[in-house]
Structure formats: C-alpha cells, structure tokens
C-alpha cells in the first residue's frame, strides 16, 4: 500500500523560511516522479512543484518560482520542499503526492503550514 | 495559467446520475489527454478517480466515468449513492511543465 507522510508544517512569520518533508512508502520512490500540491484553507486545489524520479528535472507554479526548491532523496525515500521568503498567502495545506504522467496518484494527508505575523 | 473552470455546484438524487462540467482552454485540456478528476471528502486527502480522460484506477466503481470534447472535460457519476457527496476536482498538464487544477464542485446527494 502507498504511503506518503508530510512532516514540517506550523506557524512561521512572512519571509522566514521552512522544509517540508514527505517519507514515502509501499512502493519504488526512485521509479516515481513526485509533487507538491496545497489547498489555502476552505479553497481549492494549487500545483505547486513536481521533480523527476532522477531529480533532473524539476517544475514550479509561477506562484512560488524563486522562492520554493524542491528536492529529493531517492536513498531515504523521502521528498522535500525548501520555502523562503513565505508569504500570507502561502498558507495552505501541503500534500506530497506520487505523480505519474503529470497525474498526483496516491496523496497524503497534508502539513498545514501557516504564515502570519 | 488559470484554473479550470467548474460549476461551483452539483447536485443529484440516490440512483441519478449527475455530470460536473470542467472548462480549460486549448492549451489545457483541449491540447492534452492528461486530464483527472479527484474526490475530496471533508478532512481527507484528494482521491484520483480518472485519469488520462477517461481512465479508473483500480477500485474506484464503474459508476464513474470521465471523457472530454475539446476544451471541456466532464465526470459522470452514475447511479449517486450517498457517499458520492463529496468535492471534486479536476486537473489537466498545461504545457510548459505545468500542472492547473479547476476550482472545484460541490456535489450534493439529495
């Protein structure tokens, strides 16, 4: 069974930084691409980064291009997301998600990362 | 890149069938067949449903189909069953490395 657990959310001031985490399980991590969604609350759905099994290559919604690294560690089976500058309006839940063909297929359950002063 | 465009709202007896509409442009949904829908009960995580147009990943019950007509994608969900009541959600690749979602419908089991 696919498992995906994001770790790293809380409460952070608008322009500190934090990484998220997502530890993946139940399947191959290094055969699978891997992306970041979030949801602002009581809003819907946002793409917001996704890399490749090999972390080659590497995608950013506009929204976050510059401020938001994503990265990998095939070896811990594990996904990242650096975030600086953070925004008010970063607030969200973030999902990590398994991706095949630009489709998240298998979620987990979210980190709720908010900013505010 | 915008979002797609869903009714805010769906509704259905038990037994109906109900179809939620999602609207993009030619350089979304109508350009590629990467288009999902995803399921999202309240306090849960996304659940994809179809993919690539038209395509159920295995579990999800035949009762719901995807399929697309140029720029708009449609889900169908036949047969609403109480559990049905949900949000839902569809995506498409954008081009360019991108991925948008569509704003989301509230479907309602009367």
């Known amino acids: 069974e696919v498992q995906l657990v994001e770790s790293g959310g809380g409460l952070i001031k608008p322009g500190e930084s934090l990484r998220l985490s997502c530890t993946a399980s139940?399947?191959?991590?290094?055969?699978?691409?891997m992306t970041w969604v979030r949801q602002a609350p009581g809003k819907g759905l946002e793409w917001v980064s996704s890399?490749?099994?090999?972390?080659?290559?590497?995608y950013y919604a506009d929204s976050v291009k510059g401020r938001f690294t994503i990265f990998r560690d095939n070896a811990k089976s594990s996904l990242y997301l650096q975030m600086n500058s953070l925004r008010a309006e970063d607030t969200a839940l973030y999902y990590c998600a398994r991706e095949v063909w630009w489709t998240p297929d298998s979620w987990g359950q979210g980190t709720l990362v908010t900013v505010s002063s | 890149q915008s979002a797609l465009t869903q009714p805010p709202s769906a509704s259905g007896s038990p037994g109906q069938s109900v179809t939620i509409s999602c609207t993009g442009t030619s350089s979304d949904v109508g350009d590629y067949n990467y288009v999902s829908w995803y399921q999202q009960h309240p306090g849960k995580a996304p659940k994809l449903m179809i993919y690539e147009v038209s395509k159920r990943p295995s579990g999800v019950p035949d009762r719901f189909s995807g399929s697309k007509s140029g720029n708009t994608a449609s889900l169908t969900v036949s047969g609403l069953q109480a559990e049905d009541e949900a949000d839902y959600y569809c995506?498409?690749?954008?081009?360019?490395?991108?991925?948008?979602f569509g704003v989301g419908t509230k479907l309602t089991v009367l």
């Open positions: 995506s498409s690749y954008a081009g360019s490395d991108n991925v948008v």
């Open positions: 890399i490749h099994y090999n972390s080659r290559s590497k």
């Open positions: 139940g399947f191959t991590f290094s055969d699978y691409s």
